[in-house]
């Protein structure tokens, strides 16, 4: 599949609309009001200062927490309420912020643990590793080894996770979200932690990924010159509010995001 | 199996190979995971389509085919395949920056270039407006070059399928014939030297020089068609077209390509190389991590490890070599073997290693007995480029830690008055390209060649020995004999020290500049609670100056013991702030420290060091992986060592 151009996706299909949605702790509002949507095949970047409200945006689009107010609709279909287990089963993944791995299981074993949804066979059949169990788990193997190799970590495979340097945690998180094939990959500060060198890798997968696979992807991001590099639109909070919406020109360009991040003088 | 007459190019010898050898495996590829081979038969059918494809793309006779990136099947036939076209390949070293691969592929007049991945894609294109001959960019791995501009950009899948159609045409008997038109004096392949002065020469060398070579050096160590190798070193490195191009395709043996280069360990353990080839630093780094992670290990191990070490220390290396040892020892030896140095060996991936080779740069002794010692035959070579590799390298049985061999099969050495050492060879080069008067200043009239290596040849067993390079070799204000690299190599066994650098020539005594090793000190470091940030950080640490301070008494002990040597004993050192890097032009990208640039670059460190100061403030630029630049800046503190006079040694001894 070719990635898109920009009037392409300026044109395209709508595979996530938010509409509306507030989110708020006790008397704490995390997110008031916010509505926007993500095309098929774009790079959608969330930014804003510390507090803004974008986690909690991608934990309520992932259905790990339920908003008060506010509809989404994901691939035609409209909900208030879903489970994290229902949004992945219907194709969307994710990373976090901060690396959450099985860190006494090898890099290998982890993006397995990606597969398991696409994994029909019952527990028994896979114990016994006969029949279709086998060539289930073969088909799933070849595809985590496609992973593995775009992600060029094939010499960490058998490694433990927890022993790995940072950096490549994340990058073997990556390999789990990709594993499950997603229509829409959430990445939380991907390069969160890194020096410029993983950065500069980490943006190379991201945009080949988009690219190779076709996979949606929306992301947080601190790094401005990252997010003005990757990203096809960029959807810009504050204090839970949304200030801006547009491609990164127009975003750099607005008044109100040069407020929210250089402060205003009154 | 030895060519005959008749297949005197690589192509006629795949078509030769693809007939005795068809089952047999020719190239393995490890790929998502798994290894897949290539027969001989297969391999004659891949570089046949890529050859058609190439001829399609206009590659012709006396075109130059650059080939960059790393240790891929694929890349490996377009050699051949550049080759049975007439067409000579130009493999480049895949870390270059754009600038040095543009000065080669201009200088080569390159037309097409096989490329391993994006990465190298990016490379050419942002230096493409420069190179006017370029026509066309294959690359081999196709991620992320889907939306590039494919008017001059093809996968090499793509170039197959076309060269596939011309097949079911007239292709056979065209390619056939064209490589019936190839000769033995040839060019087949330039390759280009990093040089530690000045821009890279081109290495012109004909199917002659290497086939001959190849085939002679198959000879002095019995190699044949069951062995294994790993290709892991620079495409661009003659040891490389040696070892996993021009040997197989005369022997007929099987080249395994890695996973990746973080992976070359774990392949080579899989595969269970036979014959290996690696420059001294590879077993150097070995031996550091083995010594590291011992350090870490449980009390019992560490303690039958440090025991068994020692034992193999003593015996290992006269078991090695035939000689008469007592029966005890064998059997502690055997022991051992099954304890320690057999698990140690599978380890390090070297439990089926007939035959080791190193080369390159001369080997800190220590580390070869070690290798010796647990029982890999590991052998020294000299060789050059110039030289289609082979000059000298060490017969079994014959096997020294301070001589680099007897010169190989058809080999002529000799050693000049000025102390340089020069070879007449089969496998001597044809010139440098484009080059007539640097040809002419290597080569003499009657054949021989200048290696600009100062050497020996031992009196007692008539190898040769390097003391360093020719131009190095200097003497102290006082007369004292100063070999550099002499020096740096004994500092370098430490596996604390990664680089060392020695100052003398013309100057009253002896300095040098320390690089730590990061792996080994920053285990140290951990084990000792010793907190740091940053390389730099660590470098300056006093501890590590402590530490470090007595690795250089050691060596001026072991100086003091040598006569010749006793006068150029260490006075003071430094620890530099930085990694020496070949992207700042410090180190080649063979690793050789380029001595007089450093001097230039650390112009107020080599200040300091004569002037008696105690510190220096030093501000160097360094370039980054994507070519830009930045400045490091550091005070860098100078530590004094007390000479070990040479009577107080052997009063000790006495």
Not at chain 1, 216 to 237: K, P
Not at chain 2, 150 to 155: F, G, Q, V
Request: a neutral charge; proline letters at 4%; aromatic letters at 8%.
């Amino acid at each position: 599949m070719r990635a898109p151009t920009r009037q392409q996706i300026a044109a395209g299909e709508v595979l996530l609309s938010v509409d509306d949605v507030s989110l708020a702790f006790g008397g704490v509002r995390a997110v008031t009001g916010v509505s926007f949507d993500i095309r098929k095949g774009e790079i959608r970047a969330i930014i804003g200062p510390n507090g803004a409200g974008k986690t909690s945006m991608l934990n309520v689009i992932n259905g790990f927490y339920q908003p008060q107010r506010g509809r989404i609709t994901f691939k035609g279909q409209t909900r208030s309420r879903m489970r994290p287990y229902e949004a992945a089963l219907g194709g969307i993944a994710r990373t976090f912020q901060n690396v959450a791995l099985f860190k006494g299981m090898t890099a290998l074993d982890n993006i397995m643990a990606g597969r398991t949804l696409k994994m029909q066979r019952g527990f028994l059949w896979q114990v016994l590793r006969v029949g279709p169990a086998l060539s289930e788990e073969m088909e799933n193997r070849l595809l985590v080894e496609q992973i593995i190799d775009f992600l060029k970590i094939q010499h960490i495979r058998k490694i433990p996770v927890g022993k790995l340097p940072y950096g490549l945690q994340k990058r073997v998180e990556l390999g789990r979200a990709l594993a499950m094939e997603p229509d829409l990959l959430l990445l939380d500060e991907p390069m969160a932690g890194m020096n410029i060198e993983e950065k500069e890798d980490m943006c190379r997968y991201i945009l080949d990924l988009n690219e190779h696979f076709g996979t949606t992807i929306a992301l947080i991001e601190h790094d401005m010159g990252v997010v003005m590099d990757l990203s096809n639109r960029v959807l810009v909070l504050d204090h839970g509010v949304k200030i801006a919406d547009g491609t990164p020109a127009e975003v750099q360009a607005d008044r109100a995001v040069i407020d929210a991040y250089l402060g205003v003088s009154h | 199996m030895a060519p005959s007459t008749a297949e005197d190019t690589f192509p006629k010898l795949l078509i030769r190979n693809a007939q005795i050898f068809a089952q047999r495996p020719a190239y393995r590829h490890k790929d998502l995971g798994i290894w897949r081979a290539w027969t001989w038969s297969q391999v004659h059918e891949e570089v046949r389509a890529l050859a058609l494809g190439l001829s399609a793309l206009g590659l012709k006779r006396g075109d130059k085919l650059a080939i960059i990136g790393g240790n891929r099947p694929r890349l490996y036939w377009s050699m051949c395949a550049a080759q049975s076209l007439g067409a000579a390949p130009v493999p480049i070293y895949a870390d270059s920056v754009a600038e040095e691969m543009a000065f080669i592929l201009d200088h080569a007049e390159v037309t097409i270039a096989v490329v391993e991945d994006q990465e190298q894609v990016d490379k050419i294109l942002s230096i493409s407006d420069r190179l006017a001959r370029l026509s066309h960019v294959i690359y081999d791995e196709p991620r992320g070059l889907r939306n590039y501009d494919h008017t001059r950009l093809n996968w090499i899948d793509d170039v197959q399928k076309l060269g596939r159609e011309r097949l079911a045409a007239d292709g056979k008997q065209w390619w056939e014939a064209s490589v019936g038109e190839g000769k033995g004096s040839d060019l087949a392949v330039i390759l280009y030297t990093s040089g530690t002065t000045g821009q890279p020469k081109g290495v012109m060398l004909t199917f002659e020089n290497l086939i001959v070579s190849a085939v002679n050096a198959n000879r002095f160590d019995n190699l044949g068609r069951q062995e294994d190798v790993i290709a892991y070193l620079p495409l661009a490195w003659v040891g490389d077209h040696m070892f996993s191009y021009a040997q197989p395709f005369t022997a007929g043996f099987c080249v395994n390509c890695p996973e990746s280069p973080e992976t070359v360990a774990e392949n080579r353990r899989e595969i269970g190389a036979t014959y290996a080839f690696a420059p001294p630093r590879t077993y150097e780094n070995l031996l550091t991590l083995t010594m590291v992670r011992m350090e870490d290990a449980s009390r019992l191990k560490r303690a039958a490890f440090n025991y068994f070490i020692g034992l193999a220390r003593r015996w290992g290396e006269k078991i090695l070599n035939g000689e008469k040892v007592p029966l005890h020892a064998r059997l502690m030896y055997r022991l051992g073997d099954l304890l320690v140095y057999g698990p140690l060996r599978n380890r390090l991936g070297v439990s089926r290693v007939r035959l080791a080779y190193t080369a390159g740069e001369a080997i800190g002794p220590e580390i070869f007995r070690f290798w010796r010692s647990i029982g890999v035959n590991l052998k020294q070579l000299y060789g050059q480029t110039e030289a289609s590799v082979y000059v000298t390298a060490q017969p079994d049985g014959e096997i020294y830690a301070d001589t680099v061999g007897k010169p190989n099969i058809d080999v002529d050495v000799k050693v000049a008055e000025t102390g340089e050492v020069l070879f007449r060879s089969p496998g001597v080069f044809a010139g440098y390209y484009k080059e007539p008067e640097k040809t002419a200043e290597t080569k003499t009239p009657d054949g021989w060649v200048r290696t600009g290596d100062a050497g020996i040849i031992d009196a007692k067993t008539g190898h040769l020995k390097i003391i360093d390079r020719a131009k190095d070799v200097g003497r102290l204000n006082d007369g004292t004999l100063f070999a550099p690299k002499y020096l740096e190599n004994k500092l370098k066994f430490y596996p604390n020290i990664r680089e060392a650098v020695a100052f003398g020539d013309k100057r009253d005594f002896v300095c040098v500049m320390l690089n730590i090793d990061l792996t080994a000190v920053g285990s140290w470091a951990e084990r000792n609670n010793v907190v740091y940030g940053s390389y730099q950080e660590l470098a300056a640490h006093p501890l590590v100056y402590a530490m470090l301070a007595g690795h250089v008494a050691e060596v001026n002990r072991s100086l003091a013991q040598e006569p010749a040597m006793a006068g150029a004993q260490i006075r003071r050192f430094l620890i530099l702030h930085k990694e020496l890097d070949p992207d700042d032009g410090e180190i080649t990208r063979t690793q050789k420290v380029r001595r007089r640039f450093i001097a230039e670059r650390y112009a107020p460190l080599l200040t300091a060091l004569y002037s008696g100061a105690s510190e220096a403030d030093i501000a160097t630029e360094v370039t980054f992986e994507d070519g830009r630049k930045g400045v490091l800046s550091a005070r860098v503190k100078i530590r004094d060592v007390s000479p070990i006079p040479a009577s107080a040694v052997l009063d000790k001894a006495a």
